[in-house]
């Protein structure tokens, strides 16, 4: 009996009930963006207002989705419309009393094809105003395997007369 109330409470916590936002009305928030690719950006980047080089900045709402977001970074990054480039977001958020941020996992959505994360919103995980979004930016040539070193090839014999 206990574990199934147990249980109930934890689904509760993990099933956060998001209100609908009409964007019609509901001014949106800034939503301050890094990109890198092939890595995140270091924590350490991000010390005492300091910010890394590399920011994009969207207008958007709580109940922007991932999915959504991974477009929007598209428009602007050429080198990521690469069918099967990966995005992981994470998210970094200000420790409270204290000049440090905290890197937090949220999702990944890959172009092209379907991921689990496309439908999470910025409201479903711990986003709050004033955060920031990592974003490593994975296109698919990284993921292919390289050449052999010449060591492990065959050496052709000279060609002989």
């Excluded at 991974?70 to 428009?75: A, D, S």
């Excluded at 937090?104 to 959505?109: D, K, N, Y």
């Excluded at 379907?114 to 439908?119: G, H």
């Excluded at 920031?132 to 052999?148: N, Q, W």
């Amino acid at each position: 009996m206990l574990d199934t109330i147990e249980m109930a409470a934890v689904e509760s916590l993990v099933k956060v009930e998001e209100k609908p936002v009409n964007r019609e009305k509901t001014c949106p928030l800034l939503l301050r963006v890094f990109c890198a690719m092939g890595h995140h950006n270091n924590l350490s980047e991000y010390y005492r207002g300091a910010v890394p080089g590399n920011e994009l900045q969207i207008y958007t709402w709580m109940d922007a989705t991932l999915r959504e977001l991974t477009g929007l970074i598209k428009e602007v990054n050429i080198e990521s419309r690469v069918r099967g480039t990966t995005f992981d977001f994470v998210l970094v958020s200000p420790e409270y009393n204290n000049s440090r941020f905290n890197a937090f996992e949220i999702g990944h959505t890959v172009a092209g094809n379907r991921s689990p994360d496309d439908s999470k919103t910025l409201g479903n995980t711990r986003f709050t105003i004033g955060d920031y979004l990592d974003v490593c930016i994975t296109t698919p040539e990284r993921f292919m395997r390289r050449p052999a070193p010449m060591r492990y090839l065959k050496k052709k014999k000279p060609f002989s007369h």
